[in-house]
């Protein structure tokens, strides 16, 4: 299984960012995919999940800013962050599944900083 991240960067406060994963090496339409964040010094923070027929949920602290989507036809989930906060920064990573053993990809850095 290999999961490639892409789309962060630098953004100001109130602004967005759309992150990709793109997925090969698994069944990609049967999968729950994860979007989780690490702040250095702390754990990771599981912030939305996607299951394969599209059923999402989030963390409470970006509920409403924040929204998955997937296309199983492209081996693709995103994820669109609005309304961007200092406190959104950290490295974002996708992985298979919800808890427990999964794959991940390498990370993507958002930081969000006037």
């Known amino acids: 299984v290999q999961l490639v991240e892409s789309g962060g960067g630098l953004v100001q406060p109130g602004g967005s960012l759309k992150l990709s994963c793109a997925a090969s090496g698994l069944t990609f339409s049967t999968t729950t995919m994860t979007w989780a964040r690490q702040v250095p010094g702390k754990g990771l923070e599981w912030v939305s999940s996607?299951?394969?027929?599209?059923?999402?949920d989030y963390t409470n602290s970006v509920k409403g800013r924040f929204t998955v989507s997937r296309d199983n036809a492209k081996n693709t989930v995103w994820l669109q962050m609005n309304s961007l906060k200092p406190e959104d920064t950290a490295v974002y990573y996708c992985?298979?599944?919800?808890?427990?053993?999964?794959?991940w990809g390498q990370g993507t850095q958002v930081t969000v900083s006037s």
């Open positions: 992985r298979t599944g919800r808890v427990g053993n999964g794959s």
């Open positions: 996607i299951s394969g027929s599209g059923d999402t």
